[in-house]
């Protein structure tokens, strides 16, 4: 029978940290990684909490991600900052360029962060968050190994290429969506998997192209598919667009996992932009007000939840009662640092 104990968000990353420390980490890069394997799971982000301590692992015994390599940031321009993570962490990297570029956003009312060959396999929801906390607007997309037909086809060349943005809010937590434009996201099939679950008809396609509700026919090279058909593949197109072609990082389809064995995490690339919405508005309603309106609104034409509001309510939770954690992932965690 599985047991599970409550631990709070700081003994939880406390005991993670080993994890990332003795398998080639620097102590800033296992802490970065850590709070945010944490923090997902406390935010019942499963499929991006300590689900991902194996892949995170795997990679790093492999050498195909440099877990102790710094990143360089680059000033592009007065609202635009490069940054090379050499093959490491992504997490870690855009850390190293968060303050400069809320510096810009203030200054310039915009700006835009380019991330290349870093490697990412946390929430993309925990990198804008603080942004929104700090009052700006803020919208990424990443892309990841390929995993996903195009609109049409037959086998993978997108990534589940995930689109978050983060809105200000006037009091509270900001508004934060976080989706895939894949189906599903490709932790949550490796759940099903683990769980022994059935998937939905219209998730994926087999090794030959014909659909399946099989996670696992899915993974053994089988491939998801676009959300809402042609439009969601339009929207993974131009993540490929501002994750690849634009800040200098490989297409989902160049990632070739096989190459080493027991690589994990893809090694692509992240765009961010960052708005200062109330720059310029004069005597125009503040944007936060504008913004409560919709929501409102919204809630008046019968919307009874807002996306985030599992996530705010697992935050809640955790920090009133502890993080729940079962016995067979305090296990992993004690393998994992051995």
């Not at 321009?77 to 809320?102: K, M």
């Not at 996670?215 to 042609?230: K, N, V």
Request: proline content about 5%; some cysteine.
């Amino acid at each position: 029978m599985t047991s599970s104990t409550r631990l709070t968000f700081d003994d939880l990353v406390e005991r993670v940290l080993p994890v990332f420390r003795n398998n080639g980490c620097s102590e800033n890069v296992a802490r970065h990684l850590a709070v945010n394997c944490v923090s997902a799971e406390r935010d019942a982000a499963h499929s991006h909490g300590l689900h991902r301590l194996k892949g995170y692992v795997s990679s790093l015994r492999a050498g195909w991600v440099d877990g102790r390599v710094t990143a360089v940031r680059e000033d592009a321009g007065p609202a635009f900052i490069r940054i090379d993570a050499r093959n490491g962490f992504t997490v870690p990297a855009l850390a190293l360029g968060r303050q400069a570029a809320i510096e810009k956003t203030m200054s310039a009312g915009v700006a835009l962060i380019a991330i290349r060959n870093s490697h990412h396999l946390g929430a993309l929801s925990l990198d804008i968050e603080p942004f929104a906390e700090k009052g700006l607007l803020a919208v990424s997309v990443i892309n990841s190994m390929k995993s996903v037909v195009p609109f049409g086809g037959h086998e993978a060349v997108y990534g589940t290429n995930p689109l978050a943005y983060a809105v200000p809010r006037r009091s509270g937590a900001p508004l934060v969506v976080d989706q895939a434009t894949s189906t599903m996201a490709h932790g949550d099939i490796q759940i099903a998997v683990r769980d022994g679950k059935t998937l939905e008809p219209g998730i994926g396609v087999d090794r030959h192209g014909q659909p399946t509700t099989d996670p696992e026919a899915i993974l053994d090279g089988g491939a998801l598919l676009p959300f809402g058909g042609y439009k969601g593949a339009a929207i993974s197109m131009l993540v490929e667009v501002l994750c690849a072609a634009l800040v200098g990082g490989k297409f989902s389809y160049e990632v070739d996992l096989s190459k080493v064995p027991g690589a994990a995490t893809p090694s692509t690339g992240q765009f961010i932009l960052l708005i200062d919405p109330e720059r310029g508005r004069g005597a125009l309603p503040h944007f936060v007000d504008r913004f409560e309106q919709l929501l409102t609104t919204l809630q008046a034409a019968g919307q009874e939840r807002f996306p985030g509001d599992r996530r705010l309510a697992a935050r809640a939770k955790a920090a009133r009662h502890g993080i729940e954690v079962t016995s067979e992932q305090l296990k992993m965690i004690d393998e994992l640092s051995a």
